[in-house]
């Protein structure tokens, strides 16, 4: 049988913000969302990345499991590792087989109840114990500004993740001038307070350290002078999504 190939962007061994513990992260090639406040655009197409096999991860993984302690594992992102299910799966599955915690860093953008990729993104739950899901922006319309895609498959997502209990960590990038306004705040706190799995919400402050890339790859930067947000704008964005009471949990 040919083996599953996944396209790998860049590996890290210590992550320490991708999930509980230390993690591996493994950043996965390939996205189909065009996000204005992106800072890793070189993942966007899938074939640039370098191709390997779930065993190969695996075995580079597991020299760091002494680090990872009880809390720590493997996290895969992105890039959107939606787009390469089928390798997830199978890496998620014999990384569960040898004890290892599972979590996955995902946009959902891919998300659809359609045949075949229902059965798969199902399959692929049972093996993840985590999920990170960023959401860019409760309303439709500004959420299609920010990254070029509609957000209602997104939300969808959520909401079976809630229904089969699925643990999730909420994230929500703060972008001035697109997403940080009350309005939009309050409806998304609004959202995450009907899913019933967060145990946490992370307020991530747009940043413009990837600005590079872009100049790199000969693509316009669509946020050109819009600078981060203020510490008073994260304080707010976190008090209104009520990140610390989940923190606290």
């Given at each position: 049988?040919?083996?599953?190939?996944?396209?790998?962007h860049?590996?890290e061994?210590?992550?320490?913000?991708?999930?509980?513990?230390?993690?591996?992260?493994?950043?996965?090639?390939?996205?189909?969302?065009?996000?204005?406040?992106?800072?890793?655009?070189?993942?966007w197409?899938?074939?640039?990345?370098?191709?390997?096999?779930?065993?190969?991860?695996?075995?580079?993984?597991?020299?760091?499991?002494?680090?990872?302690?009880?809390?720590?594992?493997?996290?895969?992102?992105?890039?959107?590792?939606?787009?390469?299910?089928?390798?997830?799966?199978?890496?998620?599955?014999?990384?569960?087989?040898?004890?290892?915690?599972?979590?996955?860093?995902?946009?959902?953008?891919?998300?659809?109840?359609?045949?075949?990729?229902?059965?798969?993104?199902?399959?692929?739950?049972?093996?993840?114990?985590?999920?990170?899901?960023?959401?860019?922006?409760?309303?439709?319309?500004?959420?299609?500004?920010l990254?070029?895609?509609?957000?209602?498959?997104?939300?969808?997502?959520?909401?079976?993740?809630?229904?089969?209990?699925?643990?999730?960590?909420?994230?929500?990038?703060?972008?001035?001038?697109?997403?940080?306004?009350?309005?939009?705040?309050?409806?998304?706190?609004d959202?995450?307070?009907?899913?019933?799995?967060?145990?946490?919400?992370?307020?991530?402050?747009?940043?413009?350290?990837?600005?590079?890339?872009?100049?790199?790859?000969?693509?316009?930067y669509?946020?050109?002078?819009?600078k981060?947000?203020?510490?008073?704008?994260?304080?707010?964005?976190?008090?209104?999504?009520?990140?610390?009471?989940?923190?606290?949990?």
């Amino acid at each position: 049988m040919e083996k599953i190939t996944g396209y790998v962007h860049s590996l890290e061994s210590f992550g320490s913000v991708d999930g509980p513990g230390v993690r591996y992260v493994i950043f996965l090639s390939g996205c189909a969302m065009r996000c204005q406040f992106c800072h890793n655009p070189d993942t966007w197409e899938m074939k640039s990345g370098q191709p390997y096999t779930a065993d190969q991860l695996l075995e580079k993984a597991c020299r760091y499991r002494t680090y990872w302690k009880q809390k720590g594992g493997i996290t895969v992102s992105g890039g959107e590792p939606l787009l390469q299910i089928d390798f997830v799966t199978e890496l998620f599955r014999k990384a569960q087989e040898k004890g290892i915690h599972t979590t996955l860093d995902t946009s959902a953008n891919p998300f659809t109840t359609k045949e075949p990729f229902y059965s798969k993104w199902k399959e692929l739950m049972q093996y993840t114990d985590l999920i990170l899901l960023d959401i860019k922006h409760i309303d439709p319309e500004g959420h299609l500004e920010l990254t070029g895609q509609p957000n209602d498959n997104i939300l969808a997502m959520a909401r079976e993740l809630s229904d089969m209990g699925k643990p999730v960590w909420i994230r929500h990038v703060l972008v001035p001038e697109r997403n940080d306004k009350d309005e939009y705040l309050y409806r998304l706190a609004d959202f995450i307070h009907t899913l019933k799995n967060v145990e946490r919400v992370e307020v991530l402050p747009y940043h413009t350290l990837g600005v590079f890339k872009w100049e790199n790859l000969g693509i316009p930067y669509p946020l050109e002078g819009i600078k981060p947000p203020t510490k008073e704008r994260v304080e707010n964005a976190e008090r209104v999504l009520g990140a610390g009471a989940f923190a606290k949990k």
